[in-house]
Each structure stands twice: as C-alpha cells, then as structure tokens.
C-alpha cells in the first residue's frame, strides 16, 4: 500500500472501504486497539490524504451497467473528452487510461436501449473517434 502506514492503518482502511459507517469501538475490538487510537489514527489517515472521502454505495442491481472505450482524435486534448463525458447523463465514472484507447467510461441506466442512446451522445462529443462498449454481466468484489 503506502508507504507511511503500518499494518493497523491497512486493517482499518480495509474495514472501511467494506463499510465507511463501522463505529470506530468495533473497528478497535477487531483490530486490537483503543478506540481512541483508531480515532486518532483515522484522523491522521483524512489529514494526510490517504483517506479522500467517506462514501456510500447504492443498491444498482435494478440498473445495467457497461463499460464504454474511448478514442480521442489526435488532434483532439484528451481532457477536454473526460470533462465533456463527466457532465453527460449516465455517465458514472470516467478514467483516462493507456492502451489502445484513451477513456473508459462507466455509464449506468435502468435498461440497455437507455444505455444506448447515452452511447449515441458519447459519440457525438467533439474529438471521440471510436467507442467499444461492453455490457457489464456480473460485478464481484473482494
């Protein structure tokens, strides 16, 4: 991980990207600690900006999801891409990556015609040069 945290400091990161609301007594009792110096430690982890934010995760079982990759035009600045995917409706998250494409984008909606025509407005966007989209079938986690 980091190199500034120690084995406790994973412990609790780790409990808290499976559930950010976990009070800090039951993180203590888990990791061996006070509960104080889990307060204390959580603190200096959000101060130190290895902890960015806290965040909640919604139920999108109902929803259908796919990954959509992106070609920016060589003649086209690849930021300008990402800022104009991050404002279009279903868009959930945007990565710029290496390869053979630029931009992934993850873009959610309640059904896959829905998701299509958010496809349509991403390649109407200035610069995008080819898409490749693929449905997501299954999210696991760890």
Same mark, same amino acid.
């Given at each position: 991980?980091?190199?500034?945290?120690?084995?406790?400091?994973?412990?609790?990161?780790?409990?808290?990207?499976?559930?950010?609301? #976990?009070?800090?007594?039951?993180?203590?009792?888990?990791?061996?600690?006070?509960?104080? %110096?889990?307060?204390?430690?959580? #603190?200096?982890?959000?101060?130190?900006?290895?902890?960015? #934010?806290?965040?909640?995760?919604?139920?999108?079982?109902? #929803?259908?999801?796919?990954?959509?990759?992106?070609?920016? %035009?060589?003649?086209?600045?690849?930021?300008?891409?990402?800022?104009?995917?991050?404002?279009?409706?279903?868009?959930?998250?945007?990565?710029?990556?290496?390869?053979?494409?630029?931009?992934?984008?993850?873009?959610?909606?309640?059904?896959?015609?829905?998701?299509?025509?958010?496809?349509?407005?991403?390649?109407?966007?200035?610069?995008?040069?080819?898409?490749?989209?693929?449905?997501?079938?299954?999210?696991?986690?760890?």
């Amino acid at each position: 991980m980091l190199n500034n945290i120690d084995s406790f400091d994973e412990k609790i990161i780790k409990i808290l990207q499976n559930d950010a609301r #976990k009070p800090f007594v039951e993180i203590a009792n888990t990791i061996g600690l006070s509960e104080s %110096a889990v307060r204390r430690r959580i #603190k200096n982890l959000t101060d130190n900006n290895i902890i960015k #934010k806290f965040t909640i995760e919604i139920d999108n079982s109902e #929803k259908t999801s796919a990954i959509t990759l992106i070609s920016v %035009a060589s003649s086209s600045d690849t930021s300008t891409v990402t800022s104009k995917l991050l404002n279009l409706e279903g868009v959930d998250v945007v990565y710029e990556i290496t390869g053979q494409y630029d931009i992934a984008a993850i873009i959610s909606a309640p059904a896959i015609s829905e998701i299509n025509s958010y496809i349509d407005e991403v390649r109407k966007i200035e610069g995008v040069s080819d898409t490749n989209t693929v449905i997501i079938l299954k999210t696991l986690k760890y």
